[in-house]
């Protein structure tokens, strides 16, 4: 069974751009959380969609968005970006939305704000 | 709301010693804890959870943990170390209802 893949891998992009990153979940699964990494801040929650529904939202400006398709592939959208976004952009996927399901990660997309 | 605390940002350790690395959470109520093992540009990988019963864990590559609610730590171990073990471990605690929460990382470097 295929992983979680992310795309692009890498982005390079300039303040005041938006930017859609993309996330297919393994087969089958129907949760897709997404996380914002860097190095002062760590692993943070930025939301997470189920049959299509956000169900949860981390504490993150409106700039920050995202939505879920029905095949449960899902987007994220950063408009207007400031530096502070670069960082490394990890999606996971769980069977349910159970807390107990586990989820498996995506490689990531690395994401660069000149 | 929910917190995870791993005191040790690096642990430097030789090869085929003893490891502990230690995560400490700040509330034991209901909560499942997980460990994740992140190898360079790479995404997160599961290496064991409790969701309850036994309180020792076995997981993957040889890896164990021990939840302790009395004083709500969940310490991961390996009793021998290899080379490949170089990495950053995460904790992470989830209560339902919730989102993850994860623990700032201890970066594993394993010496020859």
């Known amino acids: 069974k295929a992983g979680v893949t992310q795309t692009p891998r890498y982005l390079i992009k300039t303040r005041g751009q938006q930017v859609t990153l993309s996330c297919s979940p393994i087969s089958g699964h129907r949760s897709v959380s997404w996380y914002q990494q860097t190095p002062g801040q760590g692993l943070q929650f930025l939301f997470e969609?189920?049959?299509?529904?956000?169900?949860n939202k981390g504490n993150f400006p409106g700039r920050f968005s995202g939505r879920q398709f029905s095949n449960s592939r899902s987007e994220m959208n950063v408009s207007t970006l400031e530096l502070g976004d670069s960082a490394l952009y990890l999606c996971a996927s769980s069977l349910g939305d159970s807390p107990t399901d586990t989820q498996y990660f995506g490689p990531g997309t690395r994401l660069t704000v000149l | 709301a929910q917190s995870v605390t791993q005191l040790d940002s690096q642990v430097p350790v030789f090869e085929e010693a003893p490891v502990e690395l230690r995560c400490n959470y700040s509330?034991?109520?209901?909560?499942?804890l997980f460990w994740y093992v992140q190898y360079p540009n790479q995404g997160l990988q599961l290496l064991l959870k409790?969701?309850?019963?036994?309180?020792l864990v076995k997981g993957i590559n040889g890896f164990e943990a021990e939840f302790n609610k009395s004083q709500t730590s969940f310490h991961l171990r390996k009793p021998s170390v290899h080379i490949s073990d170089t990495a950053e471990y995460f904790c992470?605690?989830?209560?339902?209802?919730?989102?993850?929460?994860f623990g700032p990382g201890t970066r594993l470097s394993v010496l020859p």
């Open positions: 409790y969701l309850s019963g036994s309180t």
């Open positions: 992470a605690v989830i209560k339902r209802g919730q989102n993850f929460v």
């Open positions: 509330s034991s109520v209901s909560v499942y």
């Open positions: 969609y189920f049959s299509e529904t956000q169900r």
